[in-house]
């Protein structure tokens, strides 16, 4: 077998024909594919290659020789140039909002192709969600050597300072103001809910002595793995999505904005159709986003959802608001294969799923065919697991009606798509 022939390290002249769900172009170069970040498909680029492996290689941009007409000024200076690296947060601000929109519909569409063995998808096109630029209510930012906040450089821990962030909410943009730089703190989250006006800071201490902001009515909480986190009030985060107020503490998630929870509601709801009188598994539950919807909306619902503090609020949001969720503080996957097992539970006629990134997999989606639910609402955050799952429902019976991607992350190549498999 001949040896592997190396690509050439000096600047080359190559095409960007390709676009990659994790945000970048990729060039052809010896039939090798290059993976190059910061490039739009139709783009002649200078670039060099950095790392060279048996089937790819990556590549560093060094000059847009001829720009794709969807390019644009990035709108924030702190987004990576041609040649000069930057805050690894944003990898999609160089391509107009219409175009970044454009590109995730193909990646969906070309994910549940190539990896979900579908010859022709059924997917809308990518749907704005609220503003392009200032909707972040949180956001987590790591600390320079000197004290400075900032984002990491793609792929690196190299820190760029970042004192104004555009896609903060000016509610969290003024938390990062109050939290200020040279902290103590190795590591700073904040989050700020306009629609409660409650806000919270979790800070991994650094090596020396910490000096927060503090204020009257400031909380300083220790959580078992060491992190501080410091909140207004009494402690409690809260949002009102759909006209159902959430609380949450800062260790339970929710999403990034709230125009996106608000979107994802809407969605849910109307790819899962009448649910009055039905059983509805709500997997990976969370506070209750869904749930509590489809509880208003006449459904018998049960939430799953394995982190102890979400399920309890969400038992106490249902509470609150005068619905009936009954609320198992579990993985979903024992409670799954349970239920498939000796479990005497009624099986779901509908069951809404919000796995993690990594997709349900293929034990859950398993045990979930197996009870033959009529409908499949799956939310996914991630394209190629949104894809593997496909391809387990697929072989299980299931059929995908319908993907509708949401531009929930902006100016990121991060998407969401609410996809509806029925038997």
């Known amino acids: 077998m001949s040896p592997r022939r190396a690509l050439p390290r000096e600047p080359l002249t190559a095409e960007i024909d390709g676009f990659t769900h994790g945000g970048e172009g990729v060039a052809r170069v010896e039939g090798k594919a290059v993976f190059v970040p ?63 929109r454009h590109l ?56 760029v300072p970042v004192a104004v962030c555009p896609k903060l909410t000016p509610a969290a943009q003024a938390v990062r103001e109050e939290v200020g730089d040279d902290t103590g703190a190795d590591e700073v989250a904040f989050r700020a809910h306009p629609s409660s006006g409650t806000s919270a800071i979790t800070i991994v201490p650094g090596p020396g002595g910490l000096e927060l902001p503090e204020g009257p009515s400031d909380l300083l909480l220790t959580q078992p793995d060491g992190r501080l986190v410091t909140m207004r009030g009494d402690g409690i985060l809260s949002e009102t999505v759909a006209g159902h107020t959430l609380d949450f503490d800062a260790t339970s998630f929710f ?106 997999g293929p034990e859950v989606v398993a045990d979930l065919a197996a009870l033959a639910p009529a409908a499949i609402v799956y939310v996914a955050c991630d394209p190629a697991a949104l894809a593997r799952d496909t391809k387990a429902l697929a072989e299980a019976g299931y059929r995908l009606q319908a993907a509708q991607p949401l531009d929930l992350f902006p100016m990121t190549h991060h998407i969401e798509v609410v996809a509806t498999f029925r038997r």
Request: charged share 25%.
């Open 38 to 100: 910061d490039t739009l498909p139709g783009e002649t680029v200078r670039l060099r290659v950095t790392d060279d492996r048996k089937r790819w290689a990556r590549g560093e941009l060094l000059e847009v020789l001829t720009p794709s007409a969807d390019r644009v000024e990035p709108p924030c200076p702190h987004a990576p140039r041609p040649g000069r690296p930057g805050c690894g947060g944003c990898d999609l601000q160089h391509a107009h909002p219409d175009a970044q």
């Open 104 to 159: 995730k519909t193909r990646v969906v569409r070309e994910q549940l192709e190539r990896l979900g063995g579908l010859a022709d998808p059924p997917v809308a096109e990518c749907r704005p969600v609220g503003p392009d630029l200032g909707y972040r209510t949180h956001a987590r930012m790591h600390a320079d050597e000197d004290g400075r906040l900032g984002f990491h450089i793609a792929g690196t821990h190299d820190v």
């Open 255 to 360: 999403q990034v904005s709230h125009e996106g929870a608000e979107a994802l509601v809407s969605e849910v709801l109307g790819a899962c159709g009448e649910v009055s009188g039905t059983l509805v598994w709500d997997l990976y539950a969370g506070v209750g986003l869904f749930s509590l919807p489809l509880a208003a909306a006449g459904a018998e619902v049960v939430a799953v959802e394995g982190h102890a503090p979400a399920a309890s609020f969400a038992e106490a949001n249902a509470a609150r608001a005068g619905l009936a969720v009954t609320v198992l503080a579990e993985p979903v996957g024992e409670m799954v294969a349970r239920a498939r097992g000796v479990d005497d539970r009624d099986p779901p006629d509908v069951v809404v799923l919000d796995p993690p990134r990594v997709g349900a």
